[in-house]
Each structure stands twice: as C-alpha cells, then as structure tokens.
C-alpha cells in the first residue's frame, strides 16, 4: 500500500467529508458547546488515493505567567474507522513534531479528551498541568478539555497560567 503525506492550506469538501462526515460527533465534545479555531494549514494523509487521516495546524501567540510563547497548534486529529489502527494519526503528529522544530516554535500545544490523554503522551506530550483560559463568544473560560504541549527546540515549558488569547483549536 502506498502512502503520501501532504501539508496544504485547505482540502476538498470530498476530503472533508470522508475524513470528518462519518459520525455525529467524532472527537467526542460537541456536549461542551465550544467554538473552534479553524486550523491554517493540513497535515493529510493518503491511502490507496483517498485522505485517511488529519492533523490540523496553526501557529499562535499564548502567554504563560504574562510571558510570550509561540505554540504549534494541532487540532483535528483523526482516521477514518477503517483506517485506525494502522499508525497513521501517530505517523502525522510526528511529521507535525518535525514541523514545530522548522517553525521555530516553543512548543506544541493541543486540547483532547481525558481518555487521549495517553496516546499523546505515548509521543512525548504533556499535561498542562495549570487551567488554561480560553475565548469564547461570551468571554474567558476555563479549558474543559484537557491541554497538552510538546516542548520544542530545548524548550523548557514554565510553570504559571496559561491564556491562550483566542478560541480553542
């Protein structure tokens, strides 16, 4: 089987919907009510020609103890039912690792549920272990999520609270 990855501004709706239309609520927090960021660039995975699995990407300015940090976000991770189990969310979050360190960024910062907690971790990811405030259209809120980074470039990410200074991705 042949597999190519491609990092673009933005995919088809055809793509969209095989990696995203396949079930109501795919990553499981839709009961939170949370407005999204929508990610600048795509990390997309091919398979046998069709997009099987999504990192979504952004570059932003958070602020820890009042302090600039520039973080790689990722949002939008997953793999078509049928196609998980074969490395290939594992395989995209690496290929994003490898980009952060490019992009000279401090680290890498995602949101998840509880039970991804360990998948992220198994990649050297970390549990923000301080709330992280997030916008929302009715103001700053607490993240219900949990937030994890991947530190970058020696980066050693600081203890304090964290603001991201805009929606969640």
């Not at 300015?61 to 009042?66: A, F, K, L, Y």
């Not at 793999?79 to 995209?92: C, D, H, I, S």
């Not at 490898?98 to 970390?126: I, T």
Request: charge should be neutral; glycine fraction near 10%.
């Amino acid at each position: 089987m042949t597999e190519e990855i491609k990092l673009s501004e933005s995919f088809t709706d055809v793509e969209k919907q095989q990696l995203f239309g396949w079930a109501d609520d795919i990553f499981g927090a839709a009961s939170l009510n949370l407005r999204w960021r929508p990610k600048e660039l795509h990390l997309l995975l091919y398979a046998r020609g069709k997009a099987v699995s999504h990192v979504g990407l952004l570059k932003h300015t958070i602020s820890v103890e009042g302090r600039a940090v520039i973080v790689g976000g990722v949002g939008g991770v997953v793999t078509v039912p049928e196609m998980q189990k074969r490395g290939y969310a594992w395989l995209l979050m690496r290929h994003a690792a490898k980009l952060f360190g490019e992009w000279k960024v401090d680290a890498g910062l995602l949101f998840c549920l509880q039970r991804m907690v360990s998948f992220y971790g198994s990649l050297g990811w970390q549990v923000v272990g301080q709330p992280v405030m997030i916008e929302q259209p009715d103001g700053k809120i607490a993240s219900p999520l949990e937030v994890m980074v991947l530190p970058s470039n020696g980066y050693v990410w600081p203890d304090g609270s964290v603001e991201l200074n805009s929606l969640p991705w």
